[in-house]
């Protein structure tokens, strides 16, 4: 069966600040760098609207969730099943797939966040560290 999708990206100069996730090599740590962009629309609209428009899925890139609590994740899971739309794919733009730690803060922005915010399937565009060693 064949659907309509779209990305939050086709979208992103009109949803907001982008979260770019980075890692802070000497505070060891994730760091959150914001992009300012115009809100024309929130996150949390963007299911209904994108129903309203014959869209059945949608994908966002990471970038795009202004919160990553459990409270905003639910009520971005919640806006896919009041639209009756779903959410397709999470984009990753963040991490080393590389590394074999599956609990490494650098490995991935944080697959247990697919689960909550309700995402079908994650897909990583991640960055492989191992050719500068």
Known sequence: MSY???TTWS???LLGPLHWTKWDEQAKEQV???DEQ???HTLLELPRILSEKG???MEVIHPHFPSTDD?????FRKSFEEAGIRFFSLLIDY???TSTDL???KRIWNLSRLDRCGANSGRGICPCYWWRE
């Open 4 to 6: 309509l999708s779209l």
């Open 32 to 34: 959150t760098a914001i």
């Open 71 to 75: 409270t905003y994740l639910k009520q």
């Open 95 to 97: 991490g080393d797939i």
């Open 11 to 13: 979208l992103h100069r």
């Open 38 to 40: 115009p809100q024309v």
């Open 55 to 57: 869209f059945q899925a």
């Open 103 to 105: 609990y490494d803060e």
